[in-house]
Protein backbone atom coordinates (compact mmCIF):
# COMPACT_ATOMS: atom_id res chain seq x y z
CA UNK A 1 0.00 0.00 0.00
CA UNK A 2 1.48 3.37 -1.16
CA UNK A 3 1.49 5.38 2.39
CA UNK A 4 2.03 8.62 0.77
CA UNK A 5 -1.32 8.35 -1.59
CA UNK A 6 -2.92 7.64 1.53
CA UNK A 7 -1.83 10.21 3.19
CA UNK A 8 -2.95 12.72 0.15
CA UNK A 9 -6.40 11.38 -0.02
CA UNK A 10 -6.77 11.73 3.60
CA UNK A 11 -5.69 15.45 3.14
CA UNK A 12 -8.24 16.26 0.10
CA UNK A 13 -10.98 14.57 2.56
CA UNK A 14 -10.00 16.75 5.09
CA UNK A 15 -9.90 19.85 3.11
CA UNK A 16 -13.31 19.15 0.95
CA UNK A 17 -16.96 20.50 2.09
CA UNK A 18 -18.50 17.49 0.20
CA UNK A 19 -17.62 14.15 -0.47
CA UNK A 20 -19.31 11.68 -2.46
CA UNK A 21 -18.49 7.71 -3.37
CA UNK A 22 -18.74 6.01 -6.36
CA UNK A 23 -18.28 2.61 -6.27
CA UNK A 24 -18.33 -0.64 -8.63
CA UNK A 25 -17.63 -4.76 -8.68
CA UNK A 26 -14.25 -4.07 -7.21
CA UNK A 27 -15.10 -2.89 -4.29
CA UNK A 28 -16.93 -5.97 -3.53
CA UNK A 29 -14.16 -8.44 -4.59
CA UNK A 30 -12.67 -9.37 -1.53
CA UNK A 31 -16.47 -9.98 0.41
CA UNK A 32 -16.03 -13.09 -2.54
CA UNK A 33 -18.13 -11.47 -5.66
CA UNK A 34 -16.13 -11.29 -8.91
CA UNK A 35 -15.87 -8.42 -10.88
CA UNK A 36 -17.33 -8.42 -14.64
CA UNK A 37 -13.57 -7.45 -16.29
CA UNK A 38 -10.42 -8.91 -14.21
CA UNK A 39 -9.43 -12.16 -15.21
CA UNK A 40 -11.71 -14.58 -13.78
CA UNK A 41 -14.66 -12.08 -13.89
CA UNK A 42 -17.88 -12.77 -14.62
CA UNK A 43 -17.13 -11.85 -18.03
CA UNK A 44 -14.87 -14.80 -18.46
CA UNK A 45 -17.81 -17.31 -17.97
CA UNK A 46 -20.71 -15.33 -19.11
CA UNK A 47 -20.28 -13.76 -23.01
CA UNK A 48 -21.86 -10.39 -22.08
CA UNK A 49 -23.96 -10.25 -25.13
CA UNK A 50 -25.88 -13.34 -24.19
CA UNK A 51 -26.38 -12.68 -20.57
CA UNK A 52 -26.18 -9.21 -19.91
CA UNK A 53 -28.20 -7.28 -22.60
CA UNK A 54 -32.04 -6.39 -22.27
CA UNK A 55 -32.76 -8.07 -25.74
CA UNK A 56 -30.25 -11.21 -24.75
CA UNK A 57 -32.87 -11.57 -21.88
CA UNK A 58 -36.05 -10.85 -23.47
CA UNK A 59 -35.07 -13.42 -25.95
CA UNK A 60 -33.67 -16.25 -23.55
CA UNK A 61 -34.54 -15.51 -20.43
CA UNK A 62 -33.86 -18.82 -19.57
CA UNK A 63 -29.74 -18.04 -19.76
CA UNK A 64 -30.31 -15.47 -17.12
CA UNK A 65 -31.94 -17.40 -15.22
CA UNK A 66 -29.74 -19.94 -15.28
CA UNK A 67 -26.56 -17.75 -14.55
CA UNK A 68 -28.82 -16.56 -11.64
CA UNK A 69 -28.73 -19.82 -9.98
CA UNK A 70 -24.84 -20.12 -9.65
CA UNK A 71 -24.73 -16.56 -8.99
CA UNK A 72 -27.39 -16.13 -6.48
CA UNK A 73 -25.74 -18.04 -3.36
CA UNK A 74 -22.58 -15.90 -3.91
CA UNK A 75 -24.38 -12.63 -3.50
CA UNK A 76 -26.69 -13.78 -0.34
CA UNK A 77 -23.54 -15.28 1.60
CA UNK A 78 -21.63 -12.19 0.40
CA UNK A 79 -20.37 -10.06 3.52
CA UNK A 80 -19.53 -6.17 3.60
CA UNK A 81 -15.95 -6.18 3.87
CA UNK A 82 -14.05 -3.16 5.43
CA UNK A 83 -14.56 -1.00 2.34
CA UNK A 84 -17.90 -0.84 2.84
CA UNK A 85 -17.64 -0.35 6.13
CA UNK A 86 -15.15 2.20 6.20
CA UNK A 87 -17.82 4.03 3.74
CA UNK A 88 -20.53 3.90 6.32
CA UNK A 89 -18.23 5.24 8.73
CA UNK A 90 -17.35 8.18 6.84
CA UNK A 91 -20.98 8.85 6.22
CA UNK A 92 -21.21 8.67 10.34
CA UNK A 93 -18.40 11.24 10.52
CA UNK A 94 -20.88 13.49 8.74
CA UNK A 95 -18.11 13.67 5.34
CA UNK A 96 -19.40 11.60 3.11
CA UNK A 97 -22.53 12.10 1.84
CA UNK A 98 -24.36 9.82 -0.16
CA UNK A 99 -22.73 6.32 -1.96
CA UNK A 100 -23.20 6.42 -5.55
CA UNK A 101 -23.10 2.21 -6.50
CA UNK A 102 -22.88 -0.04 -9.92
CA UNK A 103 -23.28 -2.67 -7.62
CA UNK A 104 -26.40 -4.99 -7.05
CA UNK A 105 -25.63 -6.94 -4.21
CA UNK A 106 -27.13 -4.35 -1.22
CA UNK A 107 -23.38 -4.51 0.89
CA UNK A 108 -23.35 -0.83 1.67
CA UNK A 109 -26.62 -0.86 3.15
CA UNK A 110 -25.64 -3.83 4.99
CA UNK A 111 -22.36 -2.08 6.09
CA UNK A 112 -24.31 0.56 7.59
CA UNK A 113 -24.41 3.49 4.59
CA UNK A 114 -28.06 5.12 5.01
CA UNK A 115 -27.74 6.75 1.49
CA UNK A 116 -27.13 4.40 -1.46
CA UNK A 117 -27.88 5.09 -4.87
CA UNK A 118 -28.29 2.23 -6.43
CA UNK A 119 -27.56 3.01 -10.54
CA UNK A 120 -28.06 -0.30 -11.88
CA UNK A 121 -30.47 -1.72 -9.74
CA UNK A 122 -30.67 -4.80 -7.33
CA UNK A 123 -30.90 -8.09 -7.42
CA UNK A 124 -33.29 -8.60 -4.64
CA UNK A 125 -36.25 -7.47 -6.48
CA UNK A 126 -38.38 -8.35 -9.67
CA UNK A 127 -41.41 -7.79 -11.95
CA UNK A 128 -43.67 -9.30 -14.04
CA UNK A 129 -42.97 -8.20 -17.14
CA UNK A 130 -46.59 -8.03 -18.15
CA UNK A 131 -49.00 -7.33 -14.55
CA UNK A 132 -45.80 -5.33 -12.95
CA UNK A 133 -46.15 -7.15 -9.90
CA UNK A 134 -43.23 -7.36 -7.82
CA UNK A 135 -41.64 -10.01 -6.33
CA UNK A 136 -38.68 -10.38 -3.56
CA UNK A 137 -35.85 -12.91 -4.23
CA UNK A 138 -37.09 -15.41 -2.53
CA UNK A 139 -40.73 -15.53 -4.21
CA UNK A 140 -38.70 -15.23 -7.82
CA UNK A 141 -37.17 -18.69 -6.49
CA UNK A 142 -40.18 -20.29 -5.90
CA UNK A 143 -41.87 -19.16 -9.16
CA UNK A 144 -40.58 -20.83 -12.04
CA UNK A 145 -42.05 -22.38 -15.61
CA UNK A 146 -40.27 -24.06 -18.30
CA UNK A 147 -39.09 -26.95 -16.65
CA UNK A 148 -38.12 -24.52 -13.91
CA UNK A 149 -35.34 -22.90 -15.82
CA UNK A 150 -37.59 -19.25 -15.70
CA UNK A 151 -39.11 -17.60 -12.89
CA UNK A 152 -42.70 -16.28 -13.70
CA UNK A 153 -45.51 -14.40 -12.78
CA UNK A 154 -48.29 -17.02 -11.18
CA UNK A 155 -51.35 -14.57 -12.48
CA UNK A 156 -50.11 -14.66 -16.01
CA UNK A 157 -47.37 -16.56 -16.76
CA UNK A 158 -45.25 -13.68 -18.02
CA UNK A 159 -41.63 -13.21 -17.31
CA UNK A 160 -40.08 -12.45 -14.28
CA UNK A 161 -37.33 -9.97 -14.44
CA UNK A 162 -35.11 -8.95 -11.80
CA UNK A 163 -34.66 -5.20 -10.87
CA UNK A 164 -31.32 -5.23 -11.89
CA UNK A 165 -30.52 -2.97 -15.13
CA UNK A 166 -29.26 -4.53 -18.15
CA UNK A 167 -27.14 -3.81 -21.17
CA UNK A 168 -29.43 -1.55 -23.29
CA UNK A 169 -31.73 -0.62 -20.73
CA UNK A 170 -32.36 3.25 -19.07
CA UNK A 171 -31.05 3.70 -15.60
CA UNK A 172 -34.14 4.80 -13.54
CA UNK A 173 -34.23 8.60 -14.39
CA UNK A 174 -34.71 9.91 -10.61
CA UNK A 175 -31.75 7.93 -9.60
CA UNK A 176 -29.36 9.13 -12.30
CA UNK A 177 -30.16 12.58 -11.57
CA UNK A 178 -29.32 12.95 -8.04
CA UNK A 179 -26.13 10.91 -8.82
CA UNK A 180 -25.51 13.55 -11.26
CA UNK A 181 -26.22 16.39 -8.77
CA UNK A 182 -24.78 14.93 -6.37
CA UNK A 183 -21.35 14.33 -8.37
CA UNK A 184 -21.38 17.89 -9.58
CA UNK A 185 -21.71 19.62 -6.44
CA UNK A 186 -19.68 17.45 -4.40
CA UNK A 187 -15.80 18.95 -3.96
CA UNK A 188 -14.01 15.48 -3.41
CA UNK A 189 -15.09 12.00 -5.59
CA UNK A 190 -13.90 8.77 -3.91
CA UNK A 191 -13.70 5.98 -7.26
CA UNK A 192 -13.31 2.35 -5.88
CA UNK A 193 -13.50 -0.63 -7.79
CA UNK A 194 -14.42 1.09 -10.96
CA UNK A 195 -13.66 0.07 -13.96
CA UNK A 196 -15.16 3.47 -15.53
CA UNK A 197 -15.78 2.00 -18.50
CA UNK A 198 -20.03 1.35 -18.30
CA UNK A 199 -22.12 5.31 -19.23
CA UNK A 200 -23.74 6.85 -17.84
CA UNK A 201 -21.96 6.06 -14.56
CA UNK A 202 -18.41 6.30 -15.84
CA UNK A 203 -19.16 9.83 -16.83
CA UNK A 204 -19.82 11.19 -13.11
CA UNK A 205 -16.49 11.54 -11.89
CA UNK A 206 -16.25 14.32 -15.27
CA UNK A 207 -19.46 16.49 -13.45
CA UNK A 208 -16.95 16.32 -10.10
CA UNK A 209 -14.02 17.50 -12.15
CA UNK A 210 -16.03 20.19 -14.36
CA UNK A 211 -16.69 21.89 -10.78
CA UNK A 212 -13.17 21.91 -10.01
CA UNK A 213 -13.74 18.65 -7.61
CA UNK A 214 -11.20 16.45 -6.89
CA UNK A 215 -11.18 12.49 -8.08
CA UNK A 216 -9.81 9.53 -6.01
CA UNK A 217 -9.15 6.35 -7.37
CA UNK A 218 -8.75 3.44 -5.61
CA UNK A 219 -8.39 -0.38 -7.56
CA UNK A 220 -6.10 -2.72 -7.67
CA UNK A 221 -5.40 -2.19 -11.78
CA UNK A 222 -4.66 0.92 -13.77
CA UNK A 223 -8.11 1.75 -15.33
CA UNK A 224 -8.12 3.62 -18.72
CA UNK A 225 -9.14 6.54 -17.10
CA UNK A 226 -6.66 7.01 -14.79
CA UNK A 227 -5.75 10.56 -16.07
CA UNK A 228 -8.71 12.24 -14.80
CA UNK A 229 -7.64 11.54 -11.73
CA UNK A 230 -5.76 14.03 -9.15
CA UNK A 231 -4.40 10.64 -7.27
CA UNK A 232 -4.52 6.99 -7.93
CA UNK A 233 -4.31 4.74 -4.94
CA UNK A 234 -3.41 1.18 -5.99
CA UNK A 235 -4.41 -1.55 -3.81
CA UNK A 236 -7.26 -3.49 -2.55
CA UNK A 237 -10.57 -1.63 -1.80
CA UNK A 238 -10.02 -3.56 2.04
CA UNK A 239 -6.81 -2.27 3.30
CA UNK A 240 -6.63 1.23 1.03
CA UNK A 241 -10.46 2.37 1.76
CA UNK A 242 -10.07 1.66 5.23
CA UNK A 243 -6.70 3.19 5.66
CA UNK A 244 -7.76 6.53 4.17
CA UNK A 245 -10.26 6.87 6.42
CA UNK A 246 -8.49 6.32 9.26
CA UNK A 247 -5.78 9.01 8.10
CA UNK A 248 -8.33 11.17 7.48
CA UNK A 249 -9.95 10.82 11.58
CA UNK A 250 -5.86 11.48 12.73
CA UNK A 251 -5.80 14.30 10.43
CA UNK A 252 -8.85 15.75 11.22
CA UNK A 253 -7.99 15.20 15.00
CA UNK A 254 -10.62 12.80 15.76
CA UNK A 255 -8.80 9.81 17.38
P1 LIG B 1 -15.46 -3.83 -13.64
O1 LIG B 1 -15.51 -5.31 -13.52
O2 LIG B 1 -15.57 -3.23 -14.96
O3 LIG B 1 -14.12 -3.27 -12.98
C1 LIG B 1 -13.76 -3.60 -11.70
C2 LIG B 1 -12.66 -2.65 -11.22
O4 LIG B 1 -12.39 -2.99 -9.88
C3 LIG B 1 -11.34 -2.75 -11.98
O5 LIG B 1 -10.88 -1.44 -12.25
C4 LIG B 1 -10.38 -3.47 -11.01
O6 LIG B 1 -9.06 -2.94 -11.03
C5 LIG B 1 -11.00 -3.11 -9.68
N1 LIG B 1 -10.82 -4.12 -8.63
C6 LIG B 1 -10.89 -5.47 -8.69
N2 LIG B 1 -10.69 -6.00 -7.48
C7 LIG B 1 -10.50 -4.96 -6.63
C8 LIG B 1 -10.23 -4.84 -5.23
N3 LIG B 1 -10.13 -5.92 -4.43
N4 LIG B 1 -10.08 -3.61 -4.72
C9 LIG B 1 -10.14 -2.49 -5.49
N5 LIG B 1 -10.39 -2.54 -6.82
C10 LIG B 1 -10.57 -3.75 -7.37
O7 LIG B 1 -16.58 -3.30 -12.71
P2 LIG B 1 -17.43 -1.99 -12.82
O8 LIG B 1 -16.65 -0.88 -13.39
O9 LIG B 1 -18.07 -1.82 -11.52
O10 LIG B 1 -18.57 -2.26 -13.91
C11 LIG B 1 -19.15 -3.45 -14.25
C12 LIG B 1 -20.64 -3.60 -14.00
O11 LIG B 1 -20.74 -4.77 -13.27
C13 LIG B 1 -21.38 -2.63 -13.19
O12 LIG B 1 -22.38 -2.18 -14.00
C14 LIG B 1 -22.05 -3.43 -12.04
O13 LIG B 1 -23.42 -3.18 -12.10
C15 LIG B 1 -21.84 -4.83 -12.38
N6 LIG B 1 -21.41 -5.80 -11.38
C16 LIG B 1 -21.82 -5.71 -10.07
C17 LIG B 1 -21.37 -6.62 -9.14
C18 LIG B 1 -21.83 -6.49 -7.72
O14 LIG B 1 -22.97 -6.07 -7.47
N7 LIG B 1 -20.98 -6.82 -6.74
C19 LIG B 1 -20.47 -7.63 -9.51
C20 LIG B 1 -20.08 -7.72 -10.85
C21 LIG B 1 -20.54 -6.78 -11.77
Redesign the pocket.
Known sequence: MDEECIKRAAQMILESIQVVAL?????????G??????PG???TKYDPLLYGTYEGFVNHPERFWEMAKELNPT?EN?EPNP?HYALAELERLGKLRAVI?????H?HQRAGSTDVLE??GT?RTGHCMACKRVFTLEEMKELSCDGDRVACCPDDQATIKPD??FFGEPLDSRVLARAAELASTSDVMLV???????YP??ALPEYTKRRRGKLIF??????NHDRQADLVCL????E?VPAIVSEYKKAAGLI
Open positions: TGAGISVESIPDFRSGLWLAATQNIDLLHHVVVGCSLEVAAVNTTATGKAGV
